[in-house]
């Protein structure tokens, strides 16, 4: 996963530097997903999920789960329904 919040931070230095990264990372993959011009890339939803249930921090959680929450209340995210249910290799991805 290109998370670094699921990896281990030898030092606190590298950590802000790795969360800094995670932030941009994260951020871009919010938006390719709600990009509906383009087609489901469904291993990142089920990237972004995974990262949802092993959050190290509640902040992360929160973000994540906040992104959630605006992809599913999105007026064309039935559109992506078919996909995830078909492609999804994550049981979690398919019930969220």
């Known amino acids: 996963l290109p998370w670094p919040c699921l990896a281990r931070f030898p030092c606190s230095h590298r950590r802000s530097n790795r969360l800094r990264r995670h932030r941009l990372t ?3 993959a919010f ?3 709600l990009n509906f011009n383009e087609p ?3 291993n990142l ?3 972004v999920v995974e990262a949802m ?3 190290r921090s509640k902040e992360e959680q929160r973000s994540i789960q ?3 929450t605006t992809f599913q209340d999105h007026p064309q995210s039935w559109t992506r329904v078919d996909t995830i249910l078909e492609f999804s290799q994550s049981a979690k991805s398919k019930f969220f």
Request: proline share 0%; net charge negative.
């Open 66 to 68: 906040t992104f959630m």
């Open 26 to 28: 994260m951020e871009a």
């Open 53 to 55: 249930y092993l959050a």
């Open 45 to 47: 939803l089920d990237q």
């Open 40 to 42: 489901l890339d469904c």
């Open 31 to 33: 938006e390719k997903l």
